[in-house]
Nanobody, 121 residues
């Protein structure tokens, strides 16, 4: 069984920084695309950033230049460094991964449970 667990959320003042982590565990054969979505209250979930197994990155226009996505394949962990945070970045952040499990060798989409990020003075 594969699990994704996020950490690093919290309350920060505008202009501050946070780093989110997402670690995949369980019977993992390989991990392909990984990324972060977020969902603010009353809004649809939106893509924040994603990174391929070859470290090709994509960002939403709203976070370009402020957020940096990275991954450590040896640790099955992905990071989201968030700088110059704004109140509109307030949301629950979810990580996801396209992962092949060792048992069935089947590629599936997995989600973390989400971590709250609140940007407020």
């Amino acid at each position: 069984q594969v699990q994704l667990v996020e950490s690093g959320g919290g309350l920060v003042h505008p202009g501050g920084s946070l780093r989110l982590s997402c670690t995949a565990s369980g019977s993992i054969f390989s991990i392909y695309l990984m990324g972060w979505y977020r969902q603010a209250a009353g809004k649809q979930r939106e893509l924040v950033a994603q990174i391929t197994s070859g470290d090709i990155t994509t960002y939403a226009d709203s976070v370009k230049g402020r957020f940096t996505i990275s991954r450590d394949n040896a640790k099955n962990t992905m990071y989201l460094q968030m700088n110059s945070l704004k109140p509109e970045d307030t949301a629950v952040y979810y990580c996801y991964g396209d992962i092949v499990d060792s048992a069935r060798r089947r590629r599936s989409h997995y989600w973390g449970q989400g971590t709250q990020v609140t940007v407020s003075s």
